[in-house]
C-alpha cells in the first residue's frame, strides 16, 4: 500500500533530469546515424520519372514493387557470430 502522504508524481527535480538525460540520449544516436552513415541513391531519376508516369491510377496496366539491397547482411552475420568463435 502506498503512504498516504506520497506524491502523485516524482519531484521537479526527477523530471528535470530525466527531460535531460532523454534529450541528450536522442541527441547522442541522432548524431551516430547522421555523422556516421551516408545515404546513396541509385537510378533515383529513374524512379521518379516511373512515379510521374504513374500518377494516373486508371491508366496503370502492372504493379510497382520495389526493394532494398543491403551490403551489411553479411557483416551483421559475422558481427553476431565472432564472440561465439574459438580456435582450436
Do not use: H
Not at 31 to 57: C, Q, W
Request: proline share 6%; net charge positive; charged share 20%.
Amino acid at each position: 500500500m502506498a503512504a498516504p502522504d506520497a506524491p502523485d508524481q516524482p519531484s521537479m527535480l526527477w523530471r528535470t533530469g530525466s527531460s535531460i538525460i532523454t534529450g541528450a540520449t536522442g541527441f547522442l544516436c541522432r548524431s551516430f546515424l547522421v555523422g556516421l552513415n551516408r545515404l546513396e541513391v541509385k537510378g533515383y531519376d529513374k524512379f521518379m520519372r516511373l512515379l510521374d508516369e504513374r500518377a494516373d491510377v486508371n491508366g496503370r496496366t502492372k504493379g510497382l514493387i520495389t526493394g532494398v539491397y543491403s551490403s551489411l547482411c553479411f557483416a551483421e552475420s559475422l558481427i553476431l557470430t565472432a564472440p561465439s568463435f574459438k580456435p582450436y
